[in-house]
């Protein structure tokens, strides 16, 4: 194995030289591309897709061949790891993800298990897949849900918007939360090992929900797990250095603390100037981000003056910047606006 | 007209020395007191219950009369300006609000103005009898919503989870937006003038949505209205200073900025440890907030532990704390847990 012929997105997170800042964009194969809904169409629902590792290969696939994209990221679900656990996941028509059996009792939380890696094969089947598709043209990110984020789910039995459940958990009885984030986490490590061993070039970890809690269970219930599972990845992988990236949305209070848990990039959601984000976490890790999404919307000029706004906070011509967007792209993204933002970054839109 | 006779609450915001800790707590009259589902339950519904001063008047008292508060909120809600501007709210069951005529063209725009005062005299005829029926027992705090959370619920039509249509406006239409919210500042300084001049004896600005913005949107469309708004408000009434607080959720990376935009207090989310906030704002401002309101959930020992937490991180003994919980109390709390939270901040449980 080596780098792929393309490897500013490696290069940028180890903060060596770069030919051009590298994008990428979270659920860059998503519902904004009508390529991505036939396919997804084909597959009956979103889990038969995430489960199909043809499919999934080809719709990680789509968003490369339309942009010159520095990365591609694996395309699954995080609640795979809870699914695979036993919870029982669906997800229902425009109403997101549900759990059939959520942990609301203390001897469900007991029995809780890592999951056996045979129930996750499908995800690594597509790692082999579309790395072999790829065939060394740009990086293959893997992921994974944080713990907390993870948790909270499995929990409430599904999204939420006041996280009762969980925080009610936290509260009351913290043990039983610490089960549950001990046994996630221990999954989440295996998880992504498995996903480097398969051929994952980099690994990113998903804290969507850390940034509801408050400063101190911050720390306690989300950070510190994110930080224990950092420790135990991978490093190298046959003599490749593997970077992983940290995101927990909403967490701008933290950054200094995110960028000392051991992490090689920080995700940085749209509501920072990234030139202070800089400033803060010095040089010890690499930035990911951070354009609000909404700006997508604007038409291509406004696009290209707000993508060279985040360039230039950065800092031109530095290394250590992964262009991306601070949350996912919308389903509403008109695809051909994609374009000018992806040449702004490159440098051959101004 | 002069200060009540528990007047903690004002002297806290002006950082005078106070007897005790002041707590109120955001949406304090709310659906998890039985007798407030009673009274709305007899009105009818959420928006005839707001329009009736004998109604709102008698929920805005029923927290007093159950808990040891120090301070009365004015019940009303933040959408009766766009209503009185013509664009038809309605509360749908279960789904929150809406508006018949969102804004989404430009003629709809221009035709914008403030409303007519009439049209939100029963507001401030609930700000009358509720000070009446206060008899000087505690402060009355009159609010108002911000110009851009206001906005977003006029172009949205209603609530939203990714402010699509407002934030494209802001992108591709930056022009319709400030003329937008140049209209609603305008009559937010109306409305909270006449709120003043009808008897509340504080207010307090809701930044719901401005922590939704980027860094530069933030400042730019949020933060320069509420200090426009601030610097035309009444600064004292009959001999009376009235403070202002602004509140905007999840914009602790803005403190400083909203620290400096002429308010009294500052209103904290629960993602903050007050005591780094108090660092961060100096002496330039009292601080309001912050604690999770789903430690309500847990059972009192926890309650009294964790709003202990707060106030020693704040620093205890010392003024210019009002006490709140860093978000509306839910409507799942189960009563009788308020009363730790209160005998808590007032020093009489330990």
Same mark, same amino acid.
């Given at each position: 194995?080596?780098?792929p012929?393309?490897d500013n997105?490696l290069r940028?997170?180890?903060?060596? /030289?770069v030919?051009?800042t /590298? ?5 860059q194969?998503?519902r904004?591309? /009508?390529?991505?809904c036939?396919?997804?169409q084909r597959a009956g629902?979103?889990l $038969?897709?995430c489960?199909s590792?043809?499919l ?6 789509q968003p490369?061949?339309?942009y010159?994209l ?5 395309f ?6 809870p ?6 996941l669906?997800?229902e #028509?425009?109403?997101g993800?549900r759990?059939a059996?959520?942990?609301r009792?203390?001897?469900?939380i007991r029995?809780?298990?890592v999951?056996?890696p ?13 790395r072999?598709?790829l065939?060394?043209r740009v990086?293959l ?11 909270c789910?499995?929990v409430?039995?599904?999204? $939420?918007r006041?996280?009762?459940h969980?925080?009610?958990m936290l509260y009351?009885?913290p ?5 549950i ?6 999954s989440?490590?295996a998880y992504l090992?498995?996903?480097?061993e ?7 970890i998903?804290?969507t929900w850390g940034g $509801?809690? $408050?400063?101190?269970?911050y #720390?306690?219930f989300?950070l ?6 950092l420790?135990r990845?991978h490093k190298?992988?046959?003599?490749e250095?593997?970077p992983a990236?940290?995101?927990t949305?909403?967490?701008n209070?933290?950054?200094?603390e995110?960028?000392?848990?051991g992490?090689?990039?920080?995700g940085?959601?749209w509501c920072?100037?990234i030139?202070e984000?800089?400033r803060r976490v ?6 990911q ?7 997508l919307?604007?038409p291509?000029g406004?696009?290209?003056r707000?993508?060279r706004?985040v360039?230039a906070a950065?800092?031109?011509?530095d290394t250590?910047?992964v262009f991306n967007?601070g949350?996912g792209?919308s389903?509403f993204?008109p695809?051909e ?7 702004t970054v490159?440098?051959?839109?101004h």
């Open positions: 194995m080596s780098r012929r393309n997105f940028a997170l180890f903060k060596e /030289p030919e051009r /590298p994008i990428w964009l979270m659920r194969a998503g904004y591309l /009508p390529e991505y036939e396919t997804r629902d979103f $038969s897709l489960r590792p043809d999934a290969c080809e719709v990680t696939l490369l061949e339309r010159d520095d990365a591609a990221i694996l699954s679900d995080i609640l795979t790891i699914d695979a656990m036993g919870l029982g669906c997800f #028509a425009g109403e993800p759990f059996r959520p942990l009792d203390e001897a469900a029995a809780l298990t999951p056996d045979d129930r996750l094969e499908y995800v690594f089947a597509s790692v082999r897949a579309i072999k598709a065939a060394g990086p990110i893997g992921f994974a849900g944080s713990p907390y984020t993870l948790a789910y499995m409430e039995g599904g999204g $939420s006041d996280f009762r969980v925080k009610t009351a009885r043990d039983l939360l610490h089960h984030l001990s046994i996630t986490a221990e989440v490590v090992n498995a996903q480097i398969n051929g994952a070039q980099a690994v990113m998903f804290d $509801s809690l $408050s400063n101190a269970a #720390a306690e989300s510190a797990y994110m930080q224990g599972i420790e990845l190298t992988w046959e003599g250095k593997i990236i940290l995101f949305k909403g967490g209070a933290w950054l200094e995110i960028a000392q848990s992490c090689t990039g920080v940085l959601d920072i100037d030139g984000a800089r010095g040089h010890l890790v690499a930035l981000g951070n354009l609000d999404p909404n700006v919307f604007a291509p406004v696009i290209v707000e993508a706004k360039l950065f800092g031109p011509g250590g910047h967007l949350h792209i389903q993204t695809p606006h994609v374009h000018a933002l992806v040449e490159h440098g051959l839109r």
